[in-house]
Nanobody, 121 residues
Framework: QVQLVESGGGLVQPGGSLRLSCAASGSIFVIYAMGWYRQAPGKQRELVAAITSGGSTNYADSVKGRFTISRDSAKNTVYLQMNSLKPEDTAVYYC???????????????WGQGTQVTVSS
């Protein structure tokens, strides 16, 4: 019943910017954290940025100073502002949510389908 839908991916030139959005919908009792992961061909999926319900954030070293994660709790939506993009940022970006569907449910991870980000001249 939980669905995460990403948007905002696309093709951009080096040095450009993109803003990714991810909206969580369905049966959600509480969201503990949301974040963005990415996976490039031949590489493992890696954490890009995450934000907790308390507002704490963390970033991969490779994106610090360039990417900013934020959230709109009322809309169950998380954003990733990506500036000064590099070809190395090219990957499929996945939205993740750590949440509980009901008061008596177990806490678990949910994933979006992914959105392609390509940085190329």
């Amino acid at each position: 019943q939980v669905q995460l839908v990403e948007s905002g991916g696309g093709l951009v030139q080096p040095g450009g910017s993109l803003r990714l959005s991810c909206a969580a919908s369905g049966s959600i009792f509480v969201i503990y954290a949301m974040g963005w992961y990415r996976q490039a061909p031949g590489k493992q999926r890696e954490l890009v940025a995450a934000i907790t319900s308390g507002g704490s954030t963390n970033y991969a070293d490779s994106v610090k100073g360039r990417f900013t994660i934020s959230r709109d709790s009322a809309k169950n939506t998380v954003y990733l502002q990506m500036n000064s993009l590099k070809p190395e940022d090219t990957a499929v970006y996945y939205c993740n949510a750590d949440l509980k569907k009901r008061l008596l449910s177990n806490r678990g991870d949910y994933w979006g389908q992914g959105t392609q980000v390509t940085v190329s001249s």
